[in-house]
Structures are given as structure tokens and as C-alpha cells.
């Protein structure tokens, strides 16, 4: 039988594929994508941002029913149903899933194959699955593998959760424990702690260094904080040795500052950090990945023109926006024959830590500036309509630009709308838009947007 040939074969099905996909699909290429889930949109609805988003919408509400009990005149509240919780969540995926598939029934020229990708040659992949093995001449490939949960060499590791036992469908927890003991202050391990602080449980996060949320600037984690949910414990530079498992309970013990110390919990959240997923193959052929991921510069090829990787398996913006937005770029690169004509920017991405409350930021912030001036535009949630409405009157916006030419460089926010407010953020700076341009714009009132314009004008 001949070889089947496809104009672009992606490795994954997930934010860093099916955009490309579907863009060479409607320029009338052929196109297969092969994941061994069997659906599109990899870890980022499987495990990732949906289902861990569904939970924190959740938290967010039970938290202001809480604080406005009176005022809704429901003094008296149960707890909250997590079972519920993760039937809300489950219904999000199952509804999303749903959508995708009628996305991908309805363009032409994409097939999806259930199966496990193994590069043999620069142009030839093979596809294994239940039925055996094929194998597929491929005119590009896009290697968008994505990323797994690392799991370090911890005595006991084996005892704890992962985000995939939280977030994926039909999860191992269904009940909210009564103590939580959370491993890794980055991204997953913070933010599930705030949710379940929220919810009501006792929650200790243990972090390895001196700061959570590591590598991020600390003049906005120093805000974000004290903001956090009480019922959040949050203790640094401890060193976790091991955790041990007495019936249903865990115990983790640790030591901090020379000494020894340990908690008990009815489950531990080990979120140490993810590593890329590097299909078999790449070695043989030689493309160069690390541990944190294939090497790929802004174009997104590998040594090889017509090889891209895309996402987080290059380990370059571990976000899904980032995965989306580089996906694309491979496509027009494909699209223009290889020769690069977009480039993915790796620097100025929206990153949002959703905690209750979030913090977000873009682009320059005061740390990454290293000593170069920046002049500061400011403005306090405290003296905000909306803030004050919902009696959340923590945090900021906190705007940075190029004191010659007031040129918005970059931006944070700590407090409420911070998700929301960054894209804005974002899209002006895109647009390479000046303080001038910010404080000239008269955004809606009472939304938390007025904001921007306000920390502009606090310049002039
Ligand atoms: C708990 C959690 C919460 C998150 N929250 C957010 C958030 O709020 N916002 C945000 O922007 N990002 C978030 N992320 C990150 C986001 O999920 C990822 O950045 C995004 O999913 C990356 O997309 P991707 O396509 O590169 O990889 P993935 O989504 O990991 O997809 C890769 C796919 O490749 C498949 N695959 C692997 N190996 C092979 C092979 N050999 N052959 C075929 N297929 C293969 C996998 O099965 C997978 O489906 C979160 C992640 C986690 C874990
Ligand atoms: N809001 C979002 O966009 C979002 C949300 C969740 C996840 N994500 C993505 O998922 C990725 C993985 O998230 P993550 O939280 O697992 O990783 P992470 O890299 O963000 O954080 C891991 C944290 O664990 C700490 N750590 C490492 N070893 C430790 C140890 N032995 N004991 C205690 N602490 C230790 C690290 O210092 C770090 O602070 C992120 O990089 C991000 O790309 C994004």
C-alpha cells in the first residue's frame, strides 16, 4: 500500500497544533493531527487552564456570597458542595469537547487520528494505536507535544495529587479536604491553593526558595501576597524530605532553617513544575531540545526549516495564548515556504497568576528593567466605583513607559479584573500606544478599566 502524504503533520492536538492545522486547512492543504487523547485541545482543556479555571470561578463565588451574606440575606450558609463543583467542571469540559468536535467535523481537509507519534526520518512519522502502525510522509511537520507534570525524585512522591488528578475529567478528588498541604509556590501550586483556601479548607504551601511565584518581579509578588485567602499558610525556603502516608492521612515533612518540621493533611498538591514532552525521534534525528524544551527561535523552526515546534514543548512561554499565537506563526512560515515572515514575540505575552485574588502583568516590569529608568503611572483599587462595590479595594494597576517618550513599555495589576485588564493592557502595547494615548481614552464607568487611563494621567 502507498504512503499516505499530508502537507502538515502536527505531533499533538493541542493549543500548539490545531490553530496551524486549521489555517493550512482553509489555504486548501492536507493536514493530520495525531494525539493519543483522540481529541482536540490537549492539556489546556484535558487538565489545564478550563478545568482549573471552572474551579477557581467557583471558589471566586462562594467567597463573595460569604463576604456579602448579609446583604443577600443568606446568613446562614452550608459549605460548599465540592462534588458539585467538579460536576460544573466536568460539564465545562464535556461541553468545550463538544465544540471542538463539531469545529473540526466542519473544516475540510484536517483529519485527527487517536494515536502516539514517533519521528523516523525528516519526513516520515510514524503513527501508533490500537490497530497497529502506519506510517506517513509528511511535507512539514510541527512538533506540539506539549508538556507533562515533573515529578521529582521525592520519597513518597507517590502519595501525593498532581494538577491531573484535580483538573482532569472525572477526577481523583471529589471531596474537599479538611487540610491541604500544597508542594511548588509557582502557577498551579498557588492558585489551587488560593481556590481551596477559598473553599474553606486549611491549606500550607511549601515553597523551595525565598519567594513564591520564582522569577517573577517581587515588587508585584510582595503586593499580591498579603492579599491571598487566610487559610493560606504560605512558608519559603523549606526543603521538603519526604511524604509519608498513614491511612488516609499524609504526612510531609520538611525542614526550615535548620529545622525539622512536618504537617498533616488529608492530601498533598505536588506542583513542582512541568517538563516538555520530546517525541521519540527528535534525538535520532538531531534536533536539539533541552530540558526545557526543543530549541526554537522566534520563527519556531528546529534545524530543520520545514520541522516546527510550537508551544510548550519548546518551553519558550509555557502559556496556551503564547502556544496559539506561535502555532500561527508556524503556519505562515510554513505558508511562505519556510522562509520566515512571522515571528513569534516571546517577551510581550499577558501572563495572569489566577489566585483570588489574581495578579498579572506584561512586558517590562521594574525587575526585568535592570536598573534602566522607567517612569511610573499608578492607580489604587481603593479609589475605584467598582472596587468599592465589591468591597475589594486591595491592589493596583501599575503602568511602566519610556520616560523620553512615555511609551508604554509594560504593566501589572494585583487586585480585581486583573485577568481581564492585562489583555487591555496588552493590546495598547501592541499598538505601541504613549501615556498620552491611555489618558486621552475615557473608558467605561464604573468598570475597573477606568483605571488605566487614570494611572496615566497620574504622570502628567
Ligand atoms: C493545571 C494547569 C493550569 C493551567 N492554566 C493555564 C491558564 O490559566 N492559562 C494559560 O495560558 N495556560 C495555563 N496552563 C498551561 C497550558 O495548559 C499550556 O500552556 C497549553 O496547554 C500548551 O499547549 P500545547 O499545545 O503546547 O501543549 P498541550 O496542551 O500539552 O498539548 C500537547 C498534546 O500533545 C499530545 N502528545 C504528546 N506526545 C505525543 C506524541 N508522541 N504523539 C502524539 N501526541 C502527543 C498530548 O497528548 C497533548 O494532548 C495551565 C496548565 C496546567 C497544567
Ligand atoms: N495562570 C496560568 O497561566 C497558569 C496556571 C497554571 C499553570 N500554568 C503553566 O503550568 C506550568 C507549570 O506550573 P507549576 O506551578 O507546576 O510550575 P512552576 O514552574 O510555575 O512552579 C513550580 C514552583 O515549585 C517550586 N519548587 C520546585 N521544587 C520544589 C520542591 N522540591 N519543594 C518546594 N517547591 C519546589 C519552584 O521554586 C517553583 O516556584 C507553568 O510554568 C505555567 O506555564 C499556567
Redesign the pocket.
Known amino acids: 500500500m502507498a504512503e499516505k502524504v499530508v502537507d502538515l503533520l502536527c ?7 490545531y490553530p496551524a492545522a486549521f489555517r493550512l486547512a482553509r489555504a486548501g492543504r492536507k493536514v493530520l493531527m ?4 483522540g481529541v482536540m ?4 482543556l ?4 478550563v ?3 471552572a474551579v477557581r470561578e467557583m471558589a471566586s463565588l462562594a467567597g463573595a456570597t460569604r463576604r456579602f451574606s448579609t446583604q443577600l440575606g443568606r446568613a446562614e450558609l452550608s459549605a460548599p458542595d465540592y462534588a458539585a463543583i467538579v460536576q460544573h467542571k466536568d460539564q465545562v469540559q464535556a461541553r468545550r469537547y463538544a465544540q471542538h468536535a463539531q469545529e473540526l467535523a466542519a473544516q475540510p481537509g484536517i483529519e485527527l487520528r487517536k ?4 519521528i523516523l526520518d525528516p519526513h516520515t512519522v510514524q ?1 501508533d494505536d490500537d490497530q497497529g502502525s502506519e506510517k506517513i510522509r509528511c511535507h512539514h511537520l510541527l512538533i ?6 515533573f515529578v521529582p525524585p521525592l520519597p513518597g512522591a507517590e502519595h501525593c495529587l498532581t ?2 488528578d ?2 482532569k475529567p472525572d477526577p481523583a478528588l471529589r471531596a474537599l479536604p479538611k487540610r491541604l498541604i500544597v508542594v511548588g509556590g509557582g ?2 501550586g498557588l ?2 491553593a488560593s481556590f481551596f483556601a477559598e473553599l474553606g479548607s486549611q491549606v500550607i504551601l511549601l515553597q523551595k526558595g525565598g519567594q513564591i511565584l520564582n522569577g517573577m518581579d517581587p515588587g508585584m509578588v510582595a503586593l499580591l501576597q498579603p492579599l491571598l485567602p487566610a487559610g493560606m499558610r504560605i512558608l519559603t525556603d523549606v526543603d521538603v524530605q519526604r511524604i509519608e502516608a498513614q491511612g488516609a492521612l499524609r504526612r510531609v515533612l520538611w525542614q526550615r532553617a535548620g529545622q525539622e518540621e512536618s504537617g498533616e493533611a488529608e492530601a498533598v498538591l505536588l506542583a513542582v513544575g ?1 517538563s516538555p ?1 520530546i ?2 525521534g527528535c534525538e535520532a534525528i538531531g534536533i536539539e531540545f533541552d530540558r526545557h524544551g526543543v530549541q526554537v527561535g522566534p520563527s519556531l523552526q528546529t534545524r530543520y526549516p520545514h520541522i516546527y515546534a ?4 519548546n518551553g519558550r512561554v ?6 496559539v499565537r506561535q ?1 500561527l506563526a508556524a503556519a505562515h512560515n510554513i505558508l511562505g515556504g519556510n522562509q520566515p515572515l512571522d515571528y513569534a514575540d516571546f517577551h510581550n505575552v499577558p501572563t ?1 497568576i ?1 489566585t483570588l485574588p489574581a495578579a498579572a502583568y506584561i512586558g517590562m516590569t521594574p525587575a526585568k528593567a535592570a536598573g534602566r529608568e522607567l517612569a511610573v503611572g499608578r492607580y489604587d483599587f481603593a479609589e475605584d466605583s467598582r472596587a468599592q462595590i465589591l468591597e475589594r479595594l486591595e491592589g493596583e494597576i501599575r503602568l511602566f513607559f519610556e520616560p523620553s517618550s512615555l511609551r508604554l513599555l509594560g504593566g501589572w495589576i494585583v487586585g480585581i479584573d486583573a485577568g481581564a485588564l492585562i489583555g487591555q493592557i496588552g493590546t495598547a502595547l501592541s499598538l505601541g500606544a504613549t501615556a498620552y494615548d491611555l489618558a486621552r481614552f475615557a473608558d467605561q464607568h464604573p468598570m475597573s478599566a477606568e483605571g488605566i487611563g487614570k494611572a496615566a494621567r497620574s504622570l502628567f
Request: hydrophobic share 35%.
Open positions: 505531533i499533538g492536538a493541542g493549543g500548539a497544533a495525531v494525539d493519543p487523547k485541545s490537549g492539556n489546556c484535558y487538565e489545564g487552564c478545568p482549573s479555571k494515536g502516539v507519534a514517533r503513527i506540539a507535544s506539549g508538556s507533562d507534570v494538577s491531573h484535580l483538573y502557577y498551579i492558585e489551587t512541568r514532552v517525541p521519540e510550537a508551544g510548550d514543548v509555557p502559556l496556551f495564548h503564547a502556544a502555532s495572569t489566577f
